[in-house]
């Protein structure tokens, strides 16, 4: 059975046993993680039986109008179950989202199958690399372009570092380049979630920080989830002024030399900018699809959007 249980009523332990056992477990999807990524602990949950399965609902409200949204910085959503969701299990757990929520966009995970969703469902793509061969055999599937680009940032007397204190000063340099683009729609509760998850991260042992400095000067850095079997490019930051140093190239290079042959898959977490994805694929990533969900009920928001613009 299926039921929708707030916030307070969650059993940590048991969700966290829901997530962890789950055909598509990540630390994203823990309790304390989901606190601190939707901020002062805003989000509900539908629960299967005791625990079986799991769908966290993060929930803002705007005009009095409540919402399911995705938070940022969170690379997967969805339902959390021992075994992959077919279709009619995907629908049962969206139908049971309470009618107070008049709007639902939810990402879901690649164990989710959601083709008899309602509304809109848009169809995201991520890329991930197999980190099982040697060097070598990775830096050959490299692009001839990224091999290029590798040269040519390894002759300008770069370094590459690991350091938990460069986390705020990672962010800074989102912020004062990339940030400052009318795409971003960060806000500053955004960036101090943000920071709040990577402290906790940190403390777990699971994030690697990771600079790239010019004459002694931060130009790139970027901050990697190690989850489980699986590494997330989270989040990065570089200086457009560097631009021509190629520090992005420098430091994903550096990073897949070190856990080349791990076995583990590195995530580059996705993006449907086609510039960007070129980037990911470059490198030898492949693309795999994450579905995105997004529906309104009875028209209600619609018109209620266009009432309030006419006042």
Known sequence: MLR????QDIDPEKWDDAVTTASSPTLFARYDMLDLLTGDAHWHAIVEDDYLAVMPLPYRSKWGIYYIYT???????????????????????????????????????????????????VNMTSHQLSLNDNYPHLYEKFSQNTRRNIKAAEKQNLTFEKNGALVDEIIRLFRENR??????????????????????????????VLGVRAAGKLIAGALMVRDGQRIWFWFSGRDENAAECKPVFFLLNEYIKQYCGTGLVFDFNGSNNENVARLYRSFGGVPYPVAMTLFSRFGVVSALKNLFAKK
């Open 4 to 7: 929708f249980v707030r916030h």
């Open 71 to 121: 938070p940022f910085f969170l690379p997967q959503m969805g339902i959390y179950a021992a075994q992959p969701t077919d279709a009619e299990k995907t629908l049962m757990f969206f139908n049971a989202i309470p009618k107070q929520f008049l709007q639902v966009d939810l990402l879901l995970n690649h164990h989710n199958t959601a083709s008899l969703l309602p509304g809109k469902r």
């Open 179 to 208: 940030g400052k683009e009318s795409a971003v729609h960060y806000r500053e509760r955004d960036y101090l979630n943000l920071s709040r998850a990577a402290e906790r991260f940190l403390q777990d042992g699971l994030l690697d």
